[in-house]
């Protein structure tokens, strides 16, 4: 089985990503990523780029591509205006694959006005917008700009963008599955369930009705096409999180959601063979 990892982040050296993938029981270089994924059958992944926004910052190896992210470091410093040049720069490159915005992180609805030339952008390179939605890690940031119900009305009124929500929505999955359903433009991936390396057959014991909802919710939206593994690592351990994935997930439909869904959303088709 082929899987492609549609979100992680990669930032070797910086302290914080070499903690929690210790955390993870991995080591936060390329080297042990790739080791990690040729042991494990992943031929690629998309970073969630948290590198700054000029191109020349966002250079990685063949196996992974990424989107180009405004993130919290980025927008304290900066107005979203000031981005959307290098937004464009980085869009021209085939290594950029999509744009990720942090709403929650960032206070602003991502309906705000500020946005619409990002997603004019998106629909002219034909590149995907993958949005942080659900709970946000720390306590500054804003829970109400990551609801995944924020993610219909820009879906609606932006139908030529593929969206993808973060995460799920957790733990709004009622209303993330609602949105995903609804609207044939927002895929999801299923990033940020685990975090640091688990004893998974006791975790899910202990956490069984909080894991039968998110599978409820899942199948709810009757299309597993719409669904995409990804693991936010260096949060995560692979391993455990490829186990749950395959619980989660019926078996018929592990081909879609393990790889399938990330080729043609991100257009990774003959990249990585």
Not at 22 to 49: D, P, R, S
Not at 99 to 109: A, E, Q, R, T
Not at 199 to 214: E, F, G, H, N
Not at 232 to 241: E, I
Request: glycine residues 6%; aromatic residues 14%; proline residues 4%.
């Amino acid at each position: 089985m082929r899987i492609i990892d549609a979100h992680f982040h990669f930032c070797p050296g910086y302290g914080h990503f070499d903690e929690l993938a210790v955390k993870a029981e991995h080591v936060n270089t390329a080297e042990h990523l790739k080791e990690t994924y040729k042991e494990l059958g992943i031929v690629g992944g998309v970073v969630m780029g948290n590198r700054g926004m000029e191109p020349e910052k966002h250079n990685y190896p063949e196996f992974m591509r990424y989107c180009i992210g405004i993130d919290r470091s980025y927008m304290a410093e900066h107005k979203l205006s000031d981005a959307y040049d290098l937004v464009e720069a980085n869009l021209k490159r085939e290594e950029c694959v999509g744009i990720k915005l942090y709403p929650g992180y960032n206070k602003l609805y991502i309906t705000d006005d500020a946005y619409e030339p990002i997603y004019d952008l998106a629909k002219e390179y034909k590149k995907p917008v993958a949005v942080h939605m659900g709970q946000t890690a720390g306590s500054n940031a804003y829970l109400k700009y990551s609801h995944p119900l924020t993610m219909d009305e820009a879906a609606v009124r932006h139908k030529e963008v593929q969206f993808v929500m973060c995460h799920f929505g957790n733990p709004w999955l009622m209303d993330a599955a609602a949105v995903v359903d609804k609207n044939e433009n927002v895929a999801a991936d299923l990033s940020g369930l685990l975090v640091g390396k688990v004893d998974l057959p006791a975790l899910m014991k202990k956490q069984k009705l909080y894991l039968d909802t998110v599978k409820t919710w899942i199948s709810y939206c009757d299309n597993y096409d719409k669904f995409m593994f990804g693991t936010d690592w260096p949060l995560a351990n692979y391993k455990d999180y490829i186990e749950l994935t395959k619980w989660l997930i019926p078996e018929e439909n592990w081909d879609n959601v393990f790889y399938k869904t990330a080729e043609r959303v991100y257009h990774l088709k003959g990249i990585w063979k």
